[in-house]
Nanobody
Framework: QVRLVESGGGLVQAGGSLRLSCVAS????????MGWYRQAPGKQRELVAA???????NYADSVKGRFTISRDNAEHTVYLQMNSLKPEDTAVYYC?????????????WGQGTQVTVSS
């Protein structure tokens, strides 16, 4: 069974930094795109950043220049470095992966990690 487990969330003051990590485990054959999404109270889940297996990235306009997504393919891990954090970045952050396991690709989600930015 494939699992995605996030870590690195917490409480930080505006202007601070956090680094999120997400490790995929289980009987994984390969992973295509991985990404980070977030959901603030009362809002829909939105894409923050995504990265392909080849390293191509895309970001939400609201985080461009402040957040950096990266991955370690050998370790099945994706990271999100978040700098210059703002109160509006407060949300539960979810890891997502398009993973080949048991002979088919499926979307998998982590359980989420809370990021709170105080003003």
């Amino acid at each position: 069974q494939v699992r995605l487990v996030e870590s690195g969330g917490g409480l930080v003051q505006a202007g601070g930094s956090l680094r999120l990590s997400c490790v995929a485990s289980g009987r994984i054959f390969s992973i295509n795109a991985m990404g980070w999404y977030r959901q603030a109270p009362g809002k829909q889940r939105e894409l923050v950043a995504a990265i392909t297996s080849g390293g191509s990235t895309n970001y939400a306009d609201s985080v461009k220049g402040r957040f950096t997504i990266s991955r370690d393919n050998a370790e099945h891990t994706v990271y999100l470095q978040m700098n210059s954090l703002k109160p509006e970045d407060t949300a539960v952050y979810y890891c997502n992966g398009n993973i080949l396991a048991d002979y088919r690709f499926r979307e998998y989600w982590g359980q989420g990690t809370q990021v709170t930015v105080s003003s």
